[in-house]
């Protein structure tokens, strides 16, 4: 069963940094793409980074690229998104997942962008 936890929210100020980290277990991580996207209240998932099973490729949403990075530690089966520069745009739920449309995905955890 595929297991994944998302942790490292917070409530930050606008241009402030953050660093999201997502546990996975129950699959082969080092063989998959992983992806993170986000949820905001009231909308829809959205797409925002992938990186490839050797962390050699990764590609982003124009809106976040620049300011995001993707990476990987397939010894610790963990995902990361380092986020810097945020917005108040960029408040919403963040989930890991093993697929570009979001499912499956975990709990999700929750990023505030203060103005």
């Known amino acids: 069963e595929v297991r994944l936890v998302e942790s490292g929210g917070d409530l930050v100020q606008t241009a402030g940094s953050l660093r999201l980290s997502c546990a996975a277990s129950g699959f082969t991580f080092s063989a998959a793409y992983m992806h993170w996207v986000r949820q905001a209240a009231g909308q829809g998932l959205v797409w925002l980074a992938t990186?490839?099973?050797?962390?050699?490729?990764?590609f982003y949403r124009d809106s976040v690229k620049g300011r995001f990075t993707i990476s990987r530690d397939n010894a610790k089966a963990t995902l990361y998104l380092q986020m810097n520069s945020l917005k108040p745009d960029d408040t919403a739920v963040y989930y890991c997942?093993?697929?570009?449309?979001?499912?499956?995905r975990g709990q999700g955890t929750q990023v505030t962008v203060s103005s």
């Open positions: 990186i490839s099973p050797s962390g050699g490729d990764t």
């Open positions: 997942s093993t697929s570009r449309g979001g499912s499956p």
